[in-house]
């Protein structure tokens, strides 16, 4: 698997301590930041993340995934989101990671730093890289949000 990860100055420690694991699963991650304490804006690297993640679905590599994380998990997931092409899921729990791959077909995951503790992110993180989309009845689901993004 390959992921992209991001993140804004408050969720730092812990998207590098994500990072480390997804590496540590035998993934390619590309760690797009940001690198310091300083304050910056959330929905740059959820925009960020979110096109890398959909020009690699775009190319059919149905194996890339985003990790996104802010202090809620909240804003950085609304940014990533607006990126066509993206299924962005914010999971406080193991239950909404494996449902939002399952069912959603999320490909990029949101998490809050403020709001999960490292050991409940890297069982989200661990769950979500697990769980394959489902398909079937919820293919039609997630093909009928993939035709919200151009209006419908």
Same mark, same amino acid.
């Given at each position: 698997m390959r992921w992209f990860a991001g993140s804004d100055h408050a969720a730092v420690p812990l998207r590098r301590q994500l990072v480390a694991l997804l590496r540590a699963l035998g993934d390619e991650v590309e760690d797009l930041g940001t690198d310091g304490e300083a304050s910056v804006d959330y929905p740059d690297y959820g925009a960020? /993340? %979110?096109r890398e993640v959909a020009a690699a679905r775009a190319r059919h590599e149905d194996d890339v995934f985003g990790l996104v994380l802010c202090g809620t998990g909240i804003g950085i997931s609304i940014a990533a989101n607006k990126v066509p092409g993206v &299924?962005? @899921?914010l999971c406080h729990e193991a239950f909404t990671a494996q449902m939002s791959r399952a069912h959603n077909d999320a490909n990029v995951v949101a998490l %809050? @730093? &403020? /709001? /999960?503790g490292s050991g409940v992110a890297e069982t989200i993180v661990r769950v979500f890289r697990a769980t394959p989309f489902e398909g079937g009845r919820h293919a039609n689901r997630v093909a009928k949000i993939t035709a919200l993004e151009g209006g419908g």
């Open positions: 960020m /993340v %979110g &299924r962005c @899921a %809050g @730093a &403020r /709001v /999960v």
